[in-house]
Protein backbone atom coordinates (compact mmCIF):
# COMPACT_ATOMS: atom_id res chain seq x y z
CA UNK A 1 0.00 0.00 0.00
CA UNK A 2 1.44 3.19 -0.73
CA UNK A 3 1.79 6.27 1.70
CA UNK A 4 0.86 9.60 0.57
CA UNK A 5 2.38 12.89 1.06
CA UNK A 6 -0.03 16.44 0.87
CA UNK A 7 1.57 19.45 -0.37
CA UNK A 8 -1.46 21.93 -0.91
CA UNK A 9 -3.12 20.93 -3.50
CA UNK A 10 -0.61 18.40 -4.60
CA UNK A 11 -0.65 14.51 -2.85
CA UNK A 12 2.43 12.61 -3.55
CA UNK A 13 1.20 9.02 -3.52
CA UNK A 14 4.98 7.52 -3.38
CA UNK A 15 6.92 9.46 -1.42
CA UNK A 16 9.76 7.27 -0.30
CA UNK A 17 10.73 7.81 -3.97
CA UNK A 18 12.14 11.21 -2.93
CA UNK A 19 15.13 9.19 -0.94
CA UNK A 20 16.96 9.40 -4.11
CA UNK A 21 17.07 13.11 -3.48
CA UNK A 22 19.55 13.37 -0.35
CA UNK A 23 21.12 9.88 -1.79
CA UNK A 24 21.91 12.24 -5.39
CA UNK A 25 23.22 15.26 -2.71
CA UNK A 26 25.49 13.24 -0.73
CA UNK A 27 26.55 11.40 -4.09
CA UNK A 28 26.99 14.66 -5.93
CA UNK A 29 29.38 15.79 -2.71
CA UNK A 30 31.43 12.60 -2.85
CA UNK A 31 32.28 13.06 -6.46
CA UNK A 32 33.66 16.85 -5.54
CA UNK A 33 35.59 15.74 -2.77
CA UNK A 34 37.59 12.90 -3.74
CA UNK A 35 40.45 13.33 -5.00
CA UNK A 36 41.14 13.09 -8.80
CA UNK A 37 44.12 11.19 -10.45
CA UNK A 38 46.88 12.72 -11.78
CA UNK A 39 48.76 11.99 -15.05
CA UNK A 40 52.41 13.43 -15.75
CA UNK A 41 52.68 16.61 -17.88
CA UNK A 42 54.63 19.24 -18.93
CA UNK A 43 55.04 21.93 -16.28
CA UNK A 44 52.15 24.59 -16.66
CA UNK A 45 53.50 27.64 -14.89
CA UNK A 46 53.72 29.44 -18.43
CA UNK A 47 50.12 29.55 -18.40
CA UNK A 48 49.74 30.70 -14.51
CA UNK A 49 49.16 33.95 -15.61
CA UNK A 50 46.16 33.05 -18.30
CA UNK A 51 42.59 34.07 -17.26
CA UNK A 52 40.28 31.13 -16.99
CA UNK A 53 38.20 30.46 -20.39
CA UNK A 54 34.56 30.31 -20.27
CA UNK A 55 34.53 26.53 -20.63
CA UNK A 56 36.91 25.96 -17.57
CA UNK A 57 34.35 28.54 -15.21
CA UNK A 58 31.25 26.02 -16.16
CA UNK A 59 32.97 22.67 -15.50
CA UNK A 60 30.72 22.26 -13.11
CA UNK A 61 28.17 22.51 -15.02
CA UNK A 62 26.98 18.93 -16.01
CA UNK A 63 27.30 18.01 -12.65
CA UNK A 64 25.34 20.19 -11.18
CA UNK A 65 22.59 19.48 -14.74
CA UNK A 66 23.04 15.55 -13.38
CA UNK A 67 21.90 16.77 -9.73
CA UNK A 68 18.92 18.98 -11.16
CA UNK A 69 17.47 15.83 -13.11
CA UNK A 70 17.53 13.26 -10.40
CA UNK A 71 15.85 15.45 -8.40
CA UNK A 72 13.36 15.85 -10.92
CA UNK A 73 13.29 12.35 -11.74
CA UNK A 74 12.67 11.44 -8.09
CA UNK A 75 9.92 13.74 -7.87
CA UNK A 76 8.34 12.25 -10.88
CA UNK A 77 8.90 8.57 -9.29
CA UNK A 78 6.77 9.86 -5.95
CA UNK A 79 3.70 10.34 -8.40
CA UNK A 80 2.38 13.87 -7.54
CA UNK A 81 -0.95 13.83 -8.17
CA UNK A 82 -3.84 16.85 -7.63
CA UNK A 83 -7.49 16.13 -6.59
CA UNK A 84 -9.57 18.31 -8.43
CA UNK A 85 -13.28 18.51 -7.58
CA UNK A 86 -15.75 17.90 -10.01
CA UNK A 87 -18.42 20.46 -10.91
CA UNK A 88 -21.34 19.89 -8.67
CA UNK A 89 -24.41 18.55 -10.36
CA UNK A 90 -27.59 19.03 -9.86
CA UNK A 91 -30.60 16.73 -9.74
CA UNK A 92 -32.96 19.13 -11.01
CA UNK A 93 -37.04 18.76 -11.28
CA UNK A 94 -38.71 18.72 -14.77
CA UNK A 95 -42.39 21.18 -14.02
CA UNK A 96 -44.98 21.93 -16.51
CA UNK A 97 -46.97 24.66 -15.60
CA UNK A 98 -50.52 24.53 -16.51
CA UNK A 99 -52.87 27.77 -17.19
CA UNK A 100 -56.31 28.12 -17.55
CA UNK A 101 -57.17 30.82 -20.45
CA UNK A 102 -60.79 30.71 -20.25
CA UNK A 103 -62.90 33.62 -20.43
CA UNK A 104 -63.29 33.44 -16.55
CA UNK A 105 -59.79 34.12 -15.91
CA UNK A 106 -61.06 37.63 -17.07
CA UNK A 107 -62.64 38.55 -13.57
CA UNK A 108 -61.27 41.17 -11.63
CA UNK A 109 -61.18 40.15 -8.03
CA UNK A 110 -57.56 39.85 -7.56
CA UNK A 111 -57.33 42.90 -5.35
CA UNK A 112 -59.40 44.68 -2.66
CA UNK A 113 -59.92 47.16 -5.82
CA UNK A 114 -61.56 44.64 -8.16
CA UNK A 115 -59.25 46.03 -10.98
CA UNK A 116 -56.85 43.08 -10.96
CA UNK A 117 -58.17 40.25 -13.47
CA UNK A 118 -57.34 36.77 -12.51
CA UNK A 119 -55.70 35.99 -15.68
CA UNK A 120 -52.97 38.88 -14.99
CA UNK A 121 -52.40 37.54 -11.71
CA UNK A 122 -51.97 34.24 -12.54
CA UNK A 123 -49.57 35.26 -15.18
CA UNK A 124 -47.21 37.21 -13.06
CA UNK A 125 -47.00 35.00 -10.55
CA UNK A 126 -46.08 32.38 -13.13
CA UNK A 127 -43.17 34.51 -14.10
CA UNK A 128 -42.02 34.59 -10.93
CA UNK A 129 -42.25 30.89 -10.30
CA UNK A 130 -40.32 30.49 -13.62
CA UNK A 131 -37.27 33.04 -12.87
CA UNK A 132 -36.69 31.58 -9.64
CA UNK A 133 -36.21 27.94 -10.99
CA UNK A 134 -32.89 28.40 -12.21
CA UNK A 135 -31.73 25.24 -12.55
CA UNK A 136 -35.23 23.04 -13.65
CA UNK A 137 -36.56 22.34 -16.79
CA UNK A 138 -40.03 24.36 -17.09
CA UNK A 139 -42.67 24.54 -19.32
CA UNK A 140 -46.20 25.93 -20.06
CA UNK A 141 -49.34 24.50 -21.18
CA UNK A 142 -52.30 26.78 -21.62
CA UNK A 143 -56.12 24.99 -21.29
CA UNK A 144 -59.36 26.57 -22.31
CA UNK A 145 -61.58 23.98 -24.66
CA UNK A 146 -58.42 22.30 -25.68
CA UNK A 147 -54.81 21.92 -24.19
CA UNK A 148 -52.15 23.95 -25.95
CA UNK A 149 -48.24 23.08 -25.63
CA UNK A 150 -46.62 26.65 -25.36
CA UNK A 151 -43.39 25.72 -24.26
CA UNK A 152 -41.44 22.59 -23.87
CA UNK A 153 -39.97 22.26 -20.39
CA UNK A 154 -36.50 24.57 -20.73
CA UNK A 155 -33.85 25.69 -18.54
CA UNK A 156 -34.54 29.31 -20.58
CA UNK A 157 -36.38 31.14 -18.08
CA UNK A 158 -36.50 33.98 -20.03
CA UNK A 159 -37.88 32.41 -23.37
CA UNK A 160 -40.40 30.29 -20.93
CA UNK A 161 -41.38 34.34 -19.32
CA UNK A 162 -41.85 35.56 -22.98
CA UNK A 163 -44.18 32.57 -23.80
CA UNK A 164 -45.80 33.15 -20.66
CA UNK A 165 -46.40 37.15 -20.98
CA UNK A 166 -48.27 36.40 -24.39
CA UNK A 167 -50.73 33.98 -22.71
CA UNK A 168 -54.44 35.86 -22.45
CA UNK A 169 -58.31 34.71 -22.48
CA UNK A 170 -59.80 33.20 -25.39
CA UNK A 171 -63.17 34.94 -26.56
CA UNK A 172 -66.44 34.35 -24.41
CA UNK A 173 -68.40 31.76 -25.45
CA UNK A 174 -66.52 30.90 -28.29
CA UNK A 175 -65.71 27.50 -29.33
CA UNK A 176 -62.26 27.86 -27.81
CA UNK A 177 -64.04 28.40 -24.55
CA UNK A 178 -64.39 25.71 -21.45
CA UNK A 179 -62.36 24.42 -18.78
CA UNK A 180 -60.35 21.01 -20.30
CA UNK A 181 -59.05 20.14 -16.64
CA UNK A 182 -58.84 16.00 -17.69
CA UNK A 183 -56.52 16.81 -21.38
CA UNK A 184 -54.49 19.25 -20.19
CA UNK A 185 -53.08 17.13 -17.33
CA UNK A 186 -52.90 14.29 -19.99
CA UNK A 187 -50.84 16.61 -21.66
CA UNK A 188 -48.47 17.33 -19.57
CA UNK A 189 -48.43 13.87 -18.17
CA UNK A 190 -47.25 12.71 -21.76
CA UNK A 191 -44.44 16.06 -21.76
CA UNK A 192 -43.19 14.60 -18.50
CA UNK A 193 -43.71 11.40 -19.13
CA UNK A 194 -40.36 11.61 -21.73
CA UNK A 195 -38.10 13.30 -18.60
CA UNK A 196 -35.36 11.70 -16.85
CA UNK A 197 -34.83 14.45 -13.92
CA UNK A 198 -35.55 13.22 -10.70
CA UNK A 199 -38.74 14.44 -9.93
CA UNK A 200 -41.43 15.81 -12.00
CA UNK A 201 -44.27 18.05 -11.37
CA UNK A 202 -47.08 19.65 -12.38
CA UNK A 203 -48.98 22.84 -11.31
CA UNK A 204 -52.56 23.01 -12.49
CA UNK A 205 -54.12 26.29 -12.02
CA UNK A 206 -57.92 26.96 -12.75
CA UNK A 207 -60.40 29.12 -11.77
CA UNK A 208 -63.35 26.47 -12.13
CA UNK A 209 -64.43 23.01 -12.63
CA UNK A 210 -64.17 21.18 -15.25
CA UNK A 211 -66.60 21.59 -18.05
CA UNK A 212 -64.90 19.60 -21.07
CA UNK A 213 -65.25 15.60 -20.37
CA UNK A 214 -62.68 14.34 -23.12
CA UNK A 215 -60.37 12.75 -20.88
CA UNK A 216 -61.94 12.69 -17.01
CA UNK A 217 -59.75 14.14 -14.29
CA UNK A 218 -59.64 11.15 -12.72
CA UNK A 219 -58.03 9.21 -15.67
CA UNK A 220 -55.68 12.05 -15.83
CA UNK A 221 -54.58 11.53 -12.07
CA UNK A 222 -54.67 7.92 -12.77
CA UNK A 223 -52.05 8.61 -15.40
CA UNK A 224 -49.93 11.14 -13.71
CA UNK A 225 -49.91 9.02 -10.71
CA UNK A 226 -48.55 5.92 -13.02
CA UNK A 227 -45.77 7.98 -14.15
CA UNK A 228 -44.46 9.52 -11.44
CA UNK A 229 -46.01 13.08 -11.36
CA UNK A 230 -46.59 14.45 -8.53
CA UNK A 231 -49.32 17.30 -9.11
CA UNK A 232 -50.22 20.62 -7.26
CA UNK A 233 -53.51 22.33 -7.64
CA UNK A 234 -54.36 25.43 -7.38
CA UNK A 235 -58.09 26.83 -7.27
CA UNK A 236 -58.34 30.49 -8.16
CA UNK A 237 -60.38 33.17 -7.24
CA UNK A 238 -63.81 33.43 -5.16
CA UNK A 239 -65.91 30.84 -7.65
CA UNK A 240 -68.51 31.79 -9.97
CA UNK A 241 -70.15 35.54 -9.71
CA UNK A 242 -73.63 35.39 -9.10
CA UNK A 243 -77.00 38.21 -8.94
CA UNK A 244 -76.11 38.31 -4.99
CA UNK A 245 -72.06 37.74 -4.89
CA UNK A 246 -69.98 35.05 -6.40
CA UNK A 247 -70.64 31.80 -5.64
CA UNK A 248 -67.43 29.47 -3.87
CA UNK A 249 -66.61 26.44 -5.75
CA UNK A 250 -65.54 23.15 -4.07
CA UNK A 251 -62.76 22.55 -6.80
CA UNK A 252 -63.59 18.97 -5.94
CA UNK A 253 -61.69 17.56 -9.25
CA UNK A 254 -58.45 19.50 -8.23
CA UNK A 255 -58.61 18.12 -4.69
CA UNK A 256 -58.93 14.66 -6.03
CA UNK A 257 -56.28 15.24 -8.63
CA UNK A 258 -53.55 16.67 -5.98
CA UNK A 259 -54.76 13.69 -3.22
CA UNK A 260 -54.21 11.01 -5.95
CA UNK A 261 -50.81 12.44 -7.31
CA UNK A 262 -49.25 13.45 -3.92
CA UNK A 263 -49.20 17.29 -4.58
CA UNK A 264 -51.04 19.89 -2.83
CA UNK A 265 -54.35 21.45 -2.94
CA UNK A 266 -54.46 25.16 -2.89
CA UNK A 267 -57.14 27.72 -2.89
CA UNK A 268 -55.40 31.43 -3.26
CA UNK A 269 -58.23 34.29 -3.44
CA UNK A 270 -55.94 37.42 -4.24
CA UNK A 271 -53.30 38.02 -5.99
CA UNK A 272 -50.88 37.91 -2.70
CA UNK A 273 -52.26 34.77 -1.95
CA UNK A 274 -51.47 33.39 -4.91
CA UNK A 275 -47.76 34.46 -4.77
CA UNK A 276 -47.84 32.99 -1.70
CA UNK A 277 -48.36 29.63 -3.11
CA UNK A 278 -46.06 30.13 -5.59
CA UNK A 279 -43.28 29.77 -2.83
CA UNK A 280 -45.05 27.46 -0.98
CA UNK A 281 -44.44 25.02 -4.16
CA UNK A 282 -40.96 26.50 -5.00
CA UNK A 283 -40.27 25.20 -1.24
CA UNK A 284 -41.93 21.73 -1.74
CA UNK A 285 -40.09 21.32 -4.68
CA UNK A 286 -36.49 21.64 -3.82
CA UNK A 287 -33.29 20.94 -6.06
CA UNK A 288 -31.36 18.78 -4.89
CA UNK A 289 -27.53 18.59 -4.95
CA UNK A 290 -25.04 15.76 -5.32
CA UNK A 291 -21.99 15.60 -2.49
CA UNK A 292 -18.45 16.77 -4.10
CA UNK A 293 -17.24 14.23 -6.07
CA UNK A 294 -13.17 14.23 -6.58
CA UNK A 295 -10.70 12.81 -9.28
CA UNK A 296 -7.40 12.26 -9.29
CA UNK A 297 -5.14 14.12 -12.01
CA UNK A 298 -1.53 12.71 -12.48
CA UNK A 299 1.32 15.49 -12.71
CA UNK A 300 3.93 13.57 -12.66
CA UNK A 301 4.76 14.30 -16.86
CA UNK A 302 6.32 18.09 -15.94
CA UNK A 303 8.95 16.50 -13.68
CA UNK A 304 9.71 13.77 -15.54
CA UNK A 305 10.03 15.85 -18.94
CA UNK A 306 12.53 18.14 -17.00
CA UNK A 307 14.21 15.10 -15.31
CA UNK A 308 15.23 13.51 -18.90
CA UNK A 309 15.64 16.95 -20.82
CA UNK A 310 18.31 17.97 -18.31
CA UNK A 311 19.86 14.16 -18.15
CA UNK A 312 20.36 14.68 -22.12
CA UNK A 313 21.91 18.16 -21.81
CA UNK A 314 24.07 16.89 -18.82
CA UNK A 315 25.58 14.12 -20.98
CA UNK A 316 25.63 16.54 -24.10
CA UNK A 317 27.58 19.01 -22.03
CA UNK A 318 30.01 16.32 -21.05
CA UNK A 319 30.90 14.75 -24.40
CA UNK A 320 30.77 18.02 -26.16
CA UNK A 321 32.33 20.75 -24.19
CA UNK A 322 33.74 19.47 -21.12
CA UNK A 323 35.67 16.40 -22.10
CA UNK A 324 38.22 15.78 -19.95
CA UNK A 325 40.97 13.33 -18.68
CA UNK A 326 40.62 11.70 -15.71
Not at 201 to 217: H, K, W, Y
Not at 222 to 233: C, E, N, Q, S
Not at 251 to 268: N, V
Not at 269 to 281: F, T, W
Request: proline residues 6%; neutral net charge; hydrophobic residues 50%.
Amino acid sequence: MSASLGLGEIVLLDPWFLAVVPLALLAALWRWRRPRAALPTAAVTLFAGLAPTLRQRLVWLPQALRLLAVLCLGVAMARPVQREVLPVREQGVDIVLLVDTSSSMEIPDMDAKGTLRRMDAARARAIEFALRRRHDRVGLVTFARYAELRCPPTLDEDALAAFLRTVDTVPANSEYDGTAIGTALAKAVQLLARSEAKARVAVLLTDGDTTVFDIQPADAAGLAKDAGVRVHTIGLGHGNPGPFGFVPLDFGDLRRIAETTGGTFFQPQSDQDLAEVYARIDELEKTDLEDPRYRMVDRFAWPLACGLVLLVLALLAEALLFRRVP
